[in-house]
């Protein structure tokens, strides 16, 4: 691992005075009390009921300093989201898709939270009479590898709609019985992530400049057959589990244990990241819904088998149709200026 860290001055973190420092700070607290061994936890706390905006800028300049990655790489930002999708507890002409929650015979090789390291290996297993052999992928569970254990946790309507919500890790199930439920990542089947949408931009089926998440969607909708061959190529699955509404009651889960805060939690790679650290991220291509660049303080507190990198990140844009919109069009440089706790 060839990974250098360099210390900056705040001053040369170009959007740093202009940033909404306390909408970062709650963030911050949120990883916090997820994990109050976190440096200055303690002293995050102790402000929570008394901080302003000015107030949480000293605290971040008090208590970090700025580095920046040694050397020319360029630095890379995708985004996910929390989709709303229609389902039931009840299987249906409608509802067909199962939603599986994590089965008691999957043996996970390698901690969740560090799944990008091990994305180019199996790391989930099963038990047979003949020893342990690699779980079942996607090809094997849609054609009904899991059926009949009692693993059904709700149905959704289409294998599209599940497929994006194991690719962004959680899900607001809007049910068909009234309410809804919060569904977020309970492990995977150990196989390797594969894109999708990188496999359509190798075969030409669409332009680099034309990728995004709505450009795949109806591809694979064009043709039922063959948008299922093309989710099967990536073999990795992702089971689910429900909050309970305290839970849930904030919004979606990452990684840390801490609820997320769109356009401030940021899905890092552990390797390079602790969970809980602060990021601010330059992305002078991509704008803020105010029109200006992207240059905003935010947590690391989620991860993803597809981030890698000391700068490589996944902005969390928030639930729902128009920040799946925004996700699905980020893709852009970026720089890091990770921020190290002093002392």
Same mark, same amino acid.
């Given at each position: 691992?060839?990974?250098?860290?360099?210390?900056?001055?705040?001053?040369?973190?170009?959007?740093?005075?202009?940033?909404?420092?306390?909408?970062?700070?709650?963030?911050?607290?949120?990883?916090?009390?997820?994990?109050?061994?976190?440096?200055?936890?303690?002293?995050?706390?102790?402000?929570?009921?008394?901080?302003?905006?000015?107030?949480? @800028? %000293?605290?971040?300049?008090?208590?970090? /300093?700025?580095? +920046?990655?040694?050397?020319?790489? !360029?630095?890379?930002?995708? *985004?996910?989201?929390?989709?709303?999708?229609?389902?039931?507890?009840?299987?249906?002409?409608?509802?067909?898709?199962?939603?599986?929650?994590?089965?008691?015979?999957?043996?996970?090789?390698?901690?969740?939270?560090?799944?990008?390291?091990?994305?180019?290996?199996?790391?989930?297993?099963?038990?047979?009479?003949?020893?342990?052999?690699?779980?079942?992928?996607?090809?094997?569970?849609?054609?009904?590898?899991?059926?009949? @254990? %009692?693993?059904?946790?709700?149905?959704? /309507?289409?294998? +599209?709609?599940?497929?994006?919500? !194991?690719?962004?890790?959680? *899900?607001?199930?809007?049910?068909?019985?009234?309410?809804?439920?919060?569904?977020?990542?309970?492990?995977?089947?150990?196989?390797?992530?594969?894109?999708?949408?990188?496999?359509?931009?190798?075969?030409?089926?669409?332009?680099?400049?034309?990728?995004?998440?709505?450009?795949?969607?109806?591809?694979?909708?064009?043709?039922?057959?063959?948008?299922?061959?093309?989710?099967?190529?990536?073999?990795?699955?992702?089971?689910? @589990?429900?909050?309970?509404?305290?839970?849930?009651?904030?919004?979606?889960?990452?990684?840390?244990?801490?609820?997320?805060?769109? *356009?401030?939690?940021?899905?890092?790679?552990?390797?390079?990241?602790?969970?809980?650290?602060?990021?601010?991220?330059?992305?002078?291509?991509?704008?803020?819904?105010?029109?200006?660049?992207?240059?905003?303080?935010?947590?690391?507190?989620?991860?993803?088998?597809?981030?890698?990198?000391?700068?490589?990140?996944?902005?969390?844009?928030?639930?729902?149709?128009?920040?799946?919109?925004?996700?699905?069009?980020?893709?852009?440089?970026?720089?890091?200026?990770?921020?190290?706790?002093?002392?």
């Amino acid at each position: 691992m060839n990974f250098n860290l360099k210390p900056v001055s705040f001053e040369a973190v170009e959007g740093w005075a202009d940033d909404d420092h306390a909408a970062a700070f709650g963030a911050l607290l949120r990883s916090c009390h997820a994990d109050p061994e976190l440096p200055h936890a303690g002293a995050a706390m102790a402000l929570e009921k008394k901080l302003d905006r000015g107030m949480a @800028r %000293d605290f971040f300049e008090s208590c970090y /300093t700025p580095h +920046v990655v040694a050397g020319n790489e !360029q630095g890379f930002v995708t *985004g996910y989201y929390e989709p709303e999708i229609e389902g039931s507890y009840i299987r249906s002409e409608k509802f067909q898709v199962p939603v599986y929650r994590r089965p008691r015979d999957l043996i996970t090789l390698a901690p969740d939270a560090e799944r990008a390291r091990f994305n180019d290996r199996i790391t989930g297993m099963r038990a047979t009479a003949d020893g342990e052999v690699s779980y079942h992928t996607r090809a094997d569970i849609w054609a009904g590898a899991l059926e009949d @254990r %009692d693993l059904e946790l709700l149905y959704v /309507t289409d294998k +599209v709609e599940l497929f994006y919500m !194991q690719v962004q890790g959680s *899900g607001l199930v809007k049910l068909n019985e009234g309410g809804t439920v919060r569904l977020t990542y309970d492990g995977k089947n150990g196989h390797p992530y594969t894109s999708i949408g990188a496999l359509l931009v190798q075969r030409g089926e669409i332009a680099p400049e034309a990728m995004s998440m709505a450009a795949v969607k109806a591809w694979l909708r064009a043709d039922e057959e063959r948008g299922r061959a093309l989710m099967e190529e990536n073999r990795s699955y992702v089971f689910f @589990r429900a909050l309970g509404e305290d839970e849930a009651r904030g919004g979606p889960l990452g990684a840390h244990g801490a609820t997320l805060t769109p *356009g401030r939690s940021l899905a890092a790679d552990t390797e390079y990241h602790r969970l809980g650290t602060p990021v601010f991220v330059t992305a002078d291509q991509l704008a803020t819904e105010h029109g200006e660049p992207f240059r905003r303080l935010m947590i690391a507190q989620d991860v993803g088998s597809a981030i890698r990198g000391p700068q490589r990140g996944d902005i969390f844009w928030g639930t729902g149709e128009a920040a799946g919109v925004t996700a699905g069009s980020t893709r852009h440089s970026a720089r890091f200026f990770v921020l190290l706790p002093k002392h």
